[in-house]
């Protein structure tokens, strides 16, 4: 599992989203390099293949941004805007294990590799 963001990550993740559109019906282009009403991070599962070589399993986009009138404390909220597990990847358990990689973060126990 690995977590990006910030504009490094927008080239890269342009092209990975476009497959996005042959596997989830009505499914759009995020910009991760945009900042203007909150911050993107991107978390990506990869499988590893050998030494040098891994295979993209599926992502999550994650938009953050400040509530001031949420209930009951105001702060930072965090949304899954995008989740994708390719098909050669489903129902091994990859969708859970990205979910409670972003229940981890929005727990504050979320180490990484």
């Known amino acids: 599992v690995s977590v990006a963001d ?3 990550i ?4 342009n092209q990975v989203q476009k497959l996005a559109l042959w596997f989830i019906e009505n499914a759009d282009d995020v910009d991760v390099a945009d900042d ?3 911050f993107w991070k991107v978390v990506y599962l ?3 293949l050998s ?3 891994y295979s993209l399993v599926g992502y999550m986009t994650l938009f953050h941004f400040h509530a001031p009138f949420h209930k009951p404390t105001p702060g930072i909220i965090m949304r899954i805007c995008q989740a994708l597990v ?3 990847y ?3 358990g ?5 979910l409670q990689c972003v229940y981890d973060m929005a727990q504050g126990e979320f180490e990484g590799l």
Do not use: E, M, T
């Open 6 to 8: 910030g504009p490094s």
């Open 10 to 13: 927008a080239s890269y993740h």
């Open 36 to 38: 203007q009403s909150g």
């Open 46 to 48: 990869f499988q590893k």
């Open 51 to 53: 030494d040098q070589k």
């Open 86 to 88: 390719f098909p050669p």
């Open 90 to 92: 489903q129902k091994q």
């Open 94 to 98: 990859h969708g859970g294990r990205l």
